[in-house]
């Protein structure tokens, strides 16, 4: 293979030994991103009895894995992930660097580029690359998408959510190179991992969800929401929401929808009271049929949609449910 450049790197993230969906997304747009730089795709991922994981991130389209699989490292540990990374990374030189826009790779990421000194794109939803070769990371702003590069330094990090790219098609028979980490005694560790308290979702999960109801300011009040989340609950979809319902306390983080929330690709979205800006708009990926309910004709958001309905969703809401609860007797 014939490089023009360093590798293209992915931080595959587990939970449970399992490796999340979005580091297989990833994964697949680093190998379009590779195969266009004629270069490699290096996967690197920390935790404990990842054995079996190893060969789906082959199959996804990774090269080389970097396994650090040591009992230390079952749980993320920021100091202690961050210092594998960096003097990896610090040794291989890789061009880009990919990071799934979670929890972890949210606070993991800014601390990585800041200690390789370099830039880091957050949230990005789109990747490619441009005429000179440099990785053109889009993001939302001012009302549609804007380009960012990091011309000088590298890599070139950014972090992507899931779903902006589609999972890729995976390929049994592809083998690679495993590299095992020497992980260190003496890491860098002061939090320790004392118990680990699971709870279960509430509602239909976003991410997974054929149909997507998300609400917004237009709720008016906390009873105006309930109304929006009986609607989901009366349709079996998830709940989603806009950066101003999480603002008012009324939806939790986990509901928001958009640039700094969540991804979703339902087969149905039902927009209600919200105007349809950009920063939410843009994490409706490839949603099949798109519906808004907004009391103002002239909202943005029915540029965007396939069905408008103009009118006040506090009163319209409720005969909807009516009317589909009706039809489920």
């Not at 790197?9 to 030994?17: H, L, M």
């Not at 549609?144 to 990090?157: A, E, F």
């Amino acid at each position: 293979m014939g490089s023009k450049g360093g590798p293209v790197w992915v931080f595959a993230e587990q939970i449970d030994g399992r490796v999340l969906a979005v580091s297989l997304q990833l994964i697949g747009q680093a190998r379009k991103l590779a195969d266009e730089m004629e270069t490699s795709v290096e996967v690197v991922i920390l935790g404990s009895e990842l054995g079996e994981q190893v060969q789906k991130l082959f199959a996804a389209g990774a090269d080389r894995v970097y396994l650090g699989d040591d009992p230390s490292l079952t749980f993320y540990q920021q100091e202690a992930y961050v210092e594998i990374i960096v003097e990896l990374a610090k040794g291989q030189q890789p061009e880009i660097m990919l990071i799934g826009s979670t929890s972890m790779g949210r606070e993991l990421a800014p601390l990585v580029a800041a200690r390789l000194e370099t830039g880091l794109t957050a949230h990005c939803t789109g990747l490619a690359l441009g005429e000179d070769g440099t990785l053109e990371q889009m993001i939302p702003a001012y009302g549609g998408l804007i380009s960012i590069t990091c011309p000088v330094r590298r890599p070139q990090m950014a972090t992507v959510a899931k779903g902006v790219f589609p999972m890729p098609t995976v390929d049994e028979n592809r083998t690679g190179e495993v590299v095992p980490l020497d992980v260190p005694d003496g890491l860098p560790c002061r939090i320790q991992t004392l118990e680990v308290v699971r709870e279960e979702p509430e509602g239909v999960p976003l991410e997974s969800a054929s149909i997507v109801v998300a609400g917004g300011a237009g709720a008016g009040d906390l009873e105006g929401w309930r109304e929006i989340a009986a609607l989901a609950e009366a349709l079996n979809a998830g709940l989603g929401s806009t950066r101003p319902v999480v603002d008012e306390g009324w939806a939790g983080l986990e509901t928001m929808i958009g640039q700094s929330g969540k991804m979703v690709s339902p087969e149905l979205y039902i927009g209600v009271g919200l105007s349809g800006e950009q920063q939410h708009v843009v994490g409706i990926v490839g949603a099949q049929v798109m519906v808004a309910v907004n009391n103002d004709s002239k909202a943005p958001v029915f540029e965007q949609v396939d069905y408008g309905i103009v009118d006040d969703c506090r009163e319209f809401v409720p005969v909807l449910i009516e009317k589909i609860k009706g039809r489920q007797v």
